[in-house]
């Protein structure tokens, strides 16, 4: 008893046990060599997560992390081997022996950035925690023994390559944006990146000419340029005052130098055909993708409509400072009205349209972060009503948070592996995880657990009523897709789906992590095992 008083007063050791309950389901279905070194690499990101936790709260770690929440390391280090691991078994089932072996890739990639953080964590602890070293010793001989007789020598190097960028990109990124992210968040974010920019290098120097679907390369391209446009401009305004209009200037001339003399150049040598053109005809293919365009415009107006309606109450009424957590699901729903025509009638410009909002996103968030004139000064007065406690760094990144964790099961669906442009059973309903666990699930649970939750899950703020709702509405999301959907036949996965629901709204119940990131992955792997 007293052992189950301290798991309830420690919403970090039942979000660890519901990562735990997601880990052995995943592998009651998908079970294999790998298995073992998944739930060693589980076990010893347990223990060395509360190592993480002291290190945040006696200021002991390398950067400045977010304070508001837990290291995180438990649930970011499942996340990308488990993804990888699903889609291997996808793939393999599908007969598609390339994108089988890149699933590997991407698990042994997971778990050596996991271990990698782990080290870190275990390195800088004093004194040493012997007990968690030897954990982690072992699990990571597990986990190299089974690389060992898995992966070719050139799938060996790339995962080192992408555990050097990650190095790299670690010590530029979290030293240049303090506060910005927690350890997990910090695994997730900058792996893909690191695993993106890899994957970008690896075709450009293997392209082989006229290959290529064009979308498939537009993310990691765009991807690229941000992160590359990012990192000039911190380094030339750490030398000139980015408030000024010679900056404005220098900033537009040089994001046009980029985009127009690098990005495209370099998209061009991947889809061998002139990006503008192909944008311009895939935009405009169907009168379908016009009509969508059209009404996604619509949506993208009401949107800024909402953010000048709401800055023109705070002008008006003083004593209101911040959005109520009401006002900001609006943009949720919003963009689940986005997202929920494009994957039923068109996925590709979905895809596509979702990478030039992250790029816009992100512009303007230089352009605010920078204090680029004309705009930089207005957007910070605009956004800095809807910020919250995620919000602790330079940047606002929550709503970067929500497109991409609504575009992820977009981006992450593996085309190859389903001929007919969907998985069997379960999986049918991997293109909708994001709109299902933030856009429904997550917006539900805060509206009602803020308005009418009484009863609170032990050591947090969530409601019991908020998660049971949230777990009804997608019930009901889930059977109006299969009514407006034709292609999702889900044969008789209604219990394994309501499984899968139910874990992710207890995750997003005890999660201190930025819920619109982790809850869509982990709904993707359940629904793909």
């Known amino acids: 008893m007293p052992l189950i008083g301290t798991m309830l007063n420690k919403p970090?050791?039942?979000?660890?046990?519901?990562?735990?309950?997601?880990?052995?389901?995943?592998?009651?279905?998908?079970?294999d060599r790998y298995s073992w070194c998944v739930i060693a690499l589980a076990l010893q990101a347990f223990y060395v997560q509360f190592k993480w936790d002291r290190l945040l709260q006696l200021g002991g770690a390398v950067f400045q992390f977010r304070t508001t929440a837990n290291s995180g390391l438990l649930p970011a280090s499942m996340v990308i081997p488990l993804l990888g691991i699903v889609m291997k078994e996808r793939c393999k089932a599908a007969g598609i022996v390339y994108f089988e072996r890149f699933?590997?890739?991407?698990?042994?990639?997971?778990?050596?950035?996991?271990?990698?953080?782990?080290?870190?964590?275990?390195?800088?602890?004093?004194?040493?925690?012997?007990?968690?070293?030897?954990?982690?010793?072992?699990?990571?001989s597990i986990i190299l023994y089974t690389?060992?007789?898995?992966?070719?020598?050139?799938?060996?190097?790339?995962?080192l390559e992408v555990l050097l960028i990650f190095v790299y990109l670690?010590?530029?990124?979290?030293?240049?944006?303090?506060?910005?992210?927690?350890?997990?968040?910090?695994?997730?974010?900058?792996?893909?990146?690191?695993?993106?920019?890899?994957?970008?290098?690896?075709?450009?120097?293997?392209?082989?000419?006229?290959?290529?679907?064009?979308?498939?390369?537009?993310?990691?391209?765009?991807?690229?340029?941000?992160?590359?446009?990012?990192?000039?401009?911190?380094?030339?305004?750490?030398?000139?005052?980015?408030?000024?209009?010679?900056?404005?200037?220098?900033?537009?001339?040089?994001?046009?130098?980029?985009?127009?003399?690098?990005?495209?150049?370099?998209?061009?040598?991947?889809?061998?055909?002139?990006p503008l053109l192909w944008l311009l005809q895939f935009l405009v293919q169907t009168q379908t993708r016009v009509y969508l365009l059209v009404y996604w415009t619509l949506l993208a107006a009401s949107a800024c409509m909402v953010v000048l309606y709401q800055n023109s109450k705070r002008s008006s009424e003083s004593k209101k400072h911040q959005a109520s957590t009401i006002t900001r699901k609006y943009f949720h729903f919003i963009v689940v009205a986005t997202y929920i025509p494009g994957l039923i009638y068109d996925h590709q410009l979905l895809y596509i349209a979702a990478v030039l909002c992250l790029v816009v996103f992100i512009l303007l968030e230089y352009i605010r972060?920078?204090?680029?004139?004309?705009?930089?000064?207005?957007?910070?007065?605009?956004?800095?009503?809807?910020?919250?406690?995620?919000?602790?760094?330079p940047l606002i990144l929550?709503?970067?948070?929500?497109?991409?964790?609504?575009?992820?099961?977009?981006?992450?669906?593996?085309?190859?592996?389903?001929?007919?442009?969907?998985?069997?059973?379960?999986?049918?309903?991997?293109?909708?995880?994001?709109?299902?666990?933030?856009?429904?699930?997550?917006?539900?649970?805060?509206?009602?657990?803020?308005?009418?939750g009484e009863i609170k899950w032990p050591g947090t703020k969530k409601t019991f009523e908020g998660t049971m709702t949230a777990i009804f509405a997608q019930i009901i999301a889930v059977a109006l897709i299969l009514i407006f959907d034709g292609r999702v036949n889900l044969n008789t996965s209604?219990?394994?789906?309501?499984g899968c629901i139910s874990l992710v709204s207890l995750l997003e119940a005890y999660t201190t992590q930025i819920d619109n990131l982790l809850l869509p992955l982990y709904l993707q792997i359940l629904l793909m095992a």
């Open 12 to 31: 970090v050791l039942l979000e660890s046990l519901i990562v735990f309950i997601i880990v052995l389901c995943v592998h009651t279905v998908v079970w």
């Open 103 to 140: 699933g590997i890739v991407v698990a042994s990639t997971g778990m050596v950035l996991a271990l990698f953080l782990s080290v870190i964590a275990v390195g800088i602890t004093r004194p040493v925690p012997t007990n968690t070293c030897i954990l982690s010793g072992i699990a990571g």
């Open 147 to 159: 690389m060992k007789y898995s992966l070719t020598v050139s799938e060996v190097i790339e995962v």
């Open 170 to 274: 670690s010590m530029i990124l979290l030293y240049l944006l303090p506060r910005c992210f927690s350890p997990g968040e910090a695994l997730l974010v900058l792996g893909g990146i690191s695993f993106i920019l890899k994957q970008l290098i690896k075709r450009s120097l293997n392209m082989i000419e006229g290959r290529g679907d064009p979308v498939d390369f537009v993310l990691l391209v765009a991807v690229a340029g941000m992160v590359l446009l990012g990192i000039f401009f911190t380094a030339l305004f750490f030398f000139m005052d980015s408030g000024t209009w010679t900056s404005s200037m220098f900033f537009h001339m040089m994001t046009a130098v980029l985009g127009l003399g690098v990005l495209m150049p370099w998209l061009y040598h991947l889809i061998r055909r002139n």
């Open 369 to 393: 972060y920078f204090r680029i004139k004309p705009f930089g000064q207005t957007l910070r007065h605009l956004l800095t009503l809807f910020l919250d406690e995620r919000d602790s760094g």
């Open 398 to 452: 929550t709503h970067i948070y929500l497109l991409v964790g609504m575009s992820l099961p977009v981006w992450l669906f593996p085309r190859p592996c389903a001929p007919k442009g969907t998985l069997p059973g379960a999986g049918a309903l991997v293109p909708y995880s994001g709109v299902l666990a933030v856009g429904v699930g997550d917006t539900v649970a805060s509206i009602f657990g803020s308005t009418i």
């Open 494 to 498: 209604y219990a394994w789906i309501l």
